[in-house]
């Protein structure tokens, strides 16, 4: 187990390792520089060439990208070109909001996606598990940010069951007391949650169905029948046991779609985490707070497999043993 | 004589098969009687309706595809068990009457402890609490001969090995004291060695705990030593049925004929050597030959034979309905001697 984790935790350095250097190499190699005059406000050339010598981009591509490693193994992210701070305050800002969404995210969908894959398993072929196969495959189909947009203009805007945007709402958060912020959190939430999380219930959905089918035909459960065990206990402990393995895996993979997808969904609902400040340095050219962004949701993505893998093998006794 | 047990008259279980390729009638009117404490043997190839009869009797038949027809009867000391409403079948099921699987390796649950699976039952039916279902289990362990059952109970499946994981399917069928064991061909998926060894377990448990035996297989030479009658299946029906020394000092159908040549004899060890003296094999439960369903394969078959479906005829001596055979041959039995 001890040899595995440290081969695992190898490995996963060497990938966070391989996407700074790419997102390096990409964004130099794009077109497009940070300081450039945007449009119509003319920018004197020698300011520009002064904030370049300043920020080290007058050097070889080699030399500042061993800078920003040597750097980067200090755990120092440098100063953003753009919002006049540090990229490590800017990221400990967004980082959090991110976290909150994708793991609310995350609850709904193993929650809903178990819980509807096994309700459609049970009623498989009949009437609940058509309907709700077809319910499961538009929200599987539609790209994120339509549904957000659909979400946001039914419940946000026709009906105002939902704030529009943000994470709280900036007039009267400060004044409330402890349970009223927590409410105006949750409400603030609850859409980009419910599109994010929804995306990805469907798929788990569809795939704990699936799982759910093939292990009730599995000889164990129908010895679990033959032994007079109530239907109830034979579905809810002896299969579906067995059917949360896949899905232990599937966790694994859903969270860099979850992160992915979170990019999107900030952007509709104005919500200030990494995606948001990600995708508005690309169009700023604010290259230290991409790298840093890059890195840290890499990072997020390789420790969640290697979660992923852990609990596996929690799960799972024929691989706890193989691993000790 | 003693007590009746279990009553099956008539059992028909079919399967709708998908794509319209007809209704699988994979067993097709199976009558027989268990008294307590018999030991019944059902044998016959492979895709003759043992499997399907014996799910059929504890109705774990997957349904659909497949459903019992009406008109069947299966009665356990007098409920009716086609009839019985779900809670108090599951009542019967794994307490009054237990099932082992051919398929030790996959009969199992991988994530459960042997211990867990096996108390489970206890628990259920007789309301033990966790700690004595728990020594309950590893009682049972220790009956079924598993070395160390102490350590044996918090196993998972996968360490242990095919025979192992059959001692503890018998275990967890016999955990709640079953008046009614069925072993669908329990031997059929394990070593040689490891066969004998579970075969007499098998037999010795029974001696021990008095409950009747269904012992299901395809290989007549284990039935031989162990079972009291032997009902002999082809094509979903009882194509012979009589008292083991009996139906081995006179068989009656052809089928059984080619049954007991088949079996490897003592002094010429073969194990791996089947049914050779059959030709062909089983057809499909979607279309059984007319007349007689065994007459593409049987030496004797005359014209009678491919039209007229024979009754269970009588071929008793002495007790009524001691021996009975589907075949023509017991009408005309001069058609036996012109064997080709
Ligand atoms: N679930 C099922 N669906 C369709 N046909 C089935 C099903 N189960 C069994 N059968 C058919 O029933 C027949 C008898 O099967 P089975 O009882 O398993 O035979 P045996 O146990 O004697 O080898 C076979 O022809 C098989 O194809
Ligand atoms: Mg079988």
């Not at chain 1, 292990?215 to 059917?243: C, M, S, W």
């Not at chain 1, 790298?291 to 691989?319: C, E, F, K, N």
């Not at chain 2, 060890?269 to 007349?291: E, M, N, Y």
Request: aromatic share 6%; hydrophobic share 50%; proline share 7%.
């Amino acid at each position: 187990m001890a040899t595995w984790l440290v081969r695992r935790v190898a490995a996963s350095l060497a990938i966070v390792f391989a996407v700074v250097t790419f997102t390096f190499l990409l964004l130099h190699l794009a077109p497009g520089e940070p300081f450039l005059p945007s449009g119509d406000t003319p920018i004197d050339p020698a300011v520009v060439a002064r904030l370049r010598h300043q920020f080290g981009l007058d050097q070889s591509l080699p030399l500042q990208y061993a800078k920003y490693l040597g750097a980067l193994a200090h755990g120092q992210l440098g100063e953003s070109f753009a919002l006049h701070r540090p990229v490590a305050d800017a990221l400990g800002d967004a980082i959090p909001n991110t976290l909150v969404l994708v793991g609310t995210a995350l609850v709904l969908e193993l929650l809903l996606g178990l819980a509807f894959g096994v309700y459609q398993a049970a009623r498989a072929r009949r009437l609940p598990d058509v309907a709700l196969g077809y319910a499961t495959l538009f929200l599987n189909s539609v790209p994120t940010f339509w549904l957000g947009l659909l979400l946001l203009l039914v419940f946000g805007e026709a009906l105002r069951w939902f704030p529009v945007g943000g994470v709280v709402d900036p007039v009267v958060h400060a004044s409330l007391p402890w349970a009223g912020r927590t409410a105006d959190r949750l409400w603030h939430l609850a859409l980009p949650a419910l599109t994010l999380g929804c995306v990805g219930a469907a798929g788990t959905a569809r795939y704990e169905r699936a799982a759910m089918l093939e292990v009730i035909n599995q000889d164990y459960v129908r010895t679990a029948r033959a032994k007079g065990l109530p239907e109830r206990r034979v579905v809810l402990v002896h299969a579906l046991r067995n059917a949360l393995l896949p899905l232990v895996t599937l966790f694994g993979l859903s969270f860099p779609f979850l992160l992915t997808g979170a990019v999107l969904v900030e952007w509709v609902f104005a919500w200030p985490g990494m995606g948001k400040l990600t995708a508005e340095a690309i169009f700023r050219r604010d290259y230290p707070v991409v790298l840093a962004a890059a890195t840290s949701a890499s990072t997020m993505v390789v420790l969640g497999s290697l979660l992923a893998d852990v609990l596996y093998a929690i799960a799972d006794p024929r691989i706890r043993v193989h691993g000790e | 004589m003693t007590e009746l047990l279990l009553r099956v008259r008539d059992l028909r279980t079919y399967f709708v098969t998908e794509q319209g390729r007809g209704t699988a009638r994979a067993v097709d009117g199976v009558s027989f009687d268990l008294h307590a404490g018999e030991t019944l043997g059902i044998v016959g190839e492979s895709g003759c309706g043992k499997t399907v009869t014996s799910l059929s009797l504890l109705r774990l038949i997957p349904e659909p595809p497949g459903h019992i027809l009406p008109g069947s009867f299966i009665e356990l000391e007098g409920r009716n068990l086609l009839t019985l409403a779900p809670k108090a079948l599951r009542a019967i099921r794994g307490n009054e009457m237990a099932m082992i699987f051919q398929e030790p390796m996959t009969s199992l649950n991988p994530v459960f402890t042997v211990g867990d699976q096996i108390a489970e039952a206890a628990i259920v039916h007789q309301g033990l609490s966790r700690r004595a279902a728990r020594a309950r289990a590893i009682e049972m362990l220790k009956l079924v001969g598993l070395p160390d059952p102490e350590t044996r109970v918090d196993h998972y499946p996968h360490q242990l090995s095919g025979g192992m994981r059959q001692r503890v399917m018998i275990a967890m069928a016999l955990v709640c004291g079953p008046k009614v064991l069925i072993a669908d061909e329990p031997t059929t998926a394990l070593d040689v060695t490891i066969q004998a060894q579970i075969l007499e377990l098998l037999n010795r448990l029974q001696d021990e705990l008095g409950m009747a035996v269904i012992l299901i297989t395809h290989d007549l030479g284990i039935v031989a030593g162990t079972v009291d009658r032997v009902l002999v299946m082809y094509a979903g029906q009882v194509v012979e049925s009589a008292p083991t020394p009996e139906l081995f000092a006179r068989p009656l159908h052809p089928y059984t004929e080619g049954l007991l040549a088949s079996v490897p004899r003592l002094d010429t060890p073969h194990p791996r050597r089947r049914l050779h003296s059959i030709p062909g094999q089983v057809p499909a439960a979607t279309a059984w030959p007319a007349g007689c369903r065994f007459h593409p394969r049987c030496p004797y078959a005359w014209d009678r034979c491919t039209v007229e479906e024979p009754p269970l005829l009588d071929a008793g001596k002495g007790e009524p309905a001691s021996h009975v055979v589907r075949c023509w041959l017991l009408a005309e039995p001069a058609r036996r001697t012109r064997q080709p």
